[in-house]
Structure formats: structure tokens, C-alpha cells
Nanobody
Framework: QVQLVESGGGLVQPGGSLRLSCSAS????????IAWFRQAPGKEREGVSC????????YWPDSVKGRFTVSRDNTKNTVYLQMNNLKPEDSALYYC?????????????????WGQGTQVTVPS
């Protein structure tokens, strides 16, 4: 059974940084693509980024390019989302997800396995 667990969220002031973690069991993250999504209250879920098994990173919204980056530690079976220069509009519940395939889709779509999410709050 695949289980994804996010952590690292919190309250951070505008301009600050956070690093979210996505730890996995039941699946080896080195072999699959992992995507990050977020959902703010009253808004649709938004794809943020995706890391393929080969290390290619896709960023879906232009708003995070240059501020967010994704990395993976195969020894810990964990994927990270480093978020810098955070803005109030980044506030959301952040999820990691996998579709158990090595590649990232061109556009965000529904994935097979999801974590429970970790909250990021950036006050205005």
C-alpha cells in the first residue's frame, strides 16, 4: 500500500522560506514522478511542480518559477519542495502525489496516490 506523508508546513512571514517534505512508504520514489499540488480555501486544487524519476522538474504555474524548487533524497525515500520568497497567495494546503509512473504529465491532472497535506500560511 502506497502511503505519502507531507510535513514541514507552518506560518511564515512574506519573503520567508519553507521546505516541505514528502516521505513515502510502499513505493520507491526514485522510480516514479512526484508532484506537488496546493489548494487554498474556496479555490480549485492547483498543480505546483513535478519531479520525474530522471530529475526533470516541471513547474506549472509561472508564479512559482524562480521561487520554488523540488529535490529528492533517495536514501530517505523523500521528496522536498523548497519554497523561497513566499507570498500571501502561496497560502494553501500542500499535497504530494504520485501516479506510479516515471514521467510528469505536461499539465496537472488527478494522480493515483495522495498525502494528507500540510498547511502553509503566509499572512498578508
Amino acid at each position: 500500500q502506497v502511503q505519502l506523508v507531507e510535513s514541514g508546513g507552518g506560518l511564515v512571514q512574506p519573503g520567508g522560506s519553507l521546505r516541505l517534505s514528502c516521505s513515502a512508504s510502499g513505493i520507491t520514489l526514485a522510480y516514479v514522478a512526484i508532484a506537488w499540488f496546493r489548494q487554498a480555501p474556496g479555490k480549485e486544487r492547483e498543480g505546483v511542480s513535478c519531479l520525474s524519476n530522471g530529475g526533470e522538474i516541471t513547474y506549472w504555474p509561472d508564479s512559482v518559477k524562480g521561487r520554488f524548487t523540488v529535490s529528492r533524497d533517495n536514501t530517505k525515500n523523500t521528496v522536498y519542495l523548497q519554497m523561497n520568497n513566499l507570498k500571501p497567495e502561496d497560502s494553501a494546503l500542500y499535497y504530494c502525489a504520485t501516479d506510479r509512473v516515471p514521467w510528469c504529465p505536461r499539465a496537472p491532472r488527478n494522480f493515483a496516490d495522495w498525502g494528507q497535506g500540510t498547511q502553509v500560511t503566509v499572512p498578508s
